[in-house]
């Protein structure tokens, strides 16, 4: 559970998009993780789960204002 006042890291698509080609090709999370700077390695396995099973999509920033309507 999040604790008061925590800061939470935020990822790039591209890194996320990188991360997913690298596992694809055969690396471990741990390789993964130590090569890119992540320390979560949970998350690897949450953006691998989203992208195998709704393309790239998924992988991208959803949280925030929506920019995609029109006045």
Same mark, same amino acid.
Request: glycine fraction near 8%; aromatic fraction near 10%.
């Given at each position: 559970?999040?604790?008061?006042?925590? %800061?939470? #890291?935020?990822?790039?698509? +591209? !890194?996320?998009?990188?991360?997913?080609?690298? $596992? /694809?090709?055969? %690396?471990? #999370?741990?390789?993964?993780? +130590? !090569?890119?700077?992540?320390?979560?390695?949970? $998350? /690897?396995?949450?953006?691998?789960?989203?992208?195998?099973?709704?393309?790239?999509?998924?992988?991208?920033?959803? $949280?925030?204002?929506?920019?995609?309507?029109?006045?």
């Amino acid at each position: 559970m999040a604790k008061k006042g925590q %800061k939470f #890291k935020t990822y790039s698509f +591209e !890194l996320k998009k990188q991360v997913a080609e690298m $596992r /694809l090709q055969g %690396k471990t #999370k741990k390789q993964v993780a +130590e !090569l890119l700077g992540i320390e979560d390695i949970g $998350r /690897l396995k949450v953006w691998m789960r989203k992208y195998r099973e709704q393309g790239e999509f998924s992988i991208l920033e959803h $949280r925030g204002r929506r920019t995609d309507y029109v006045d």
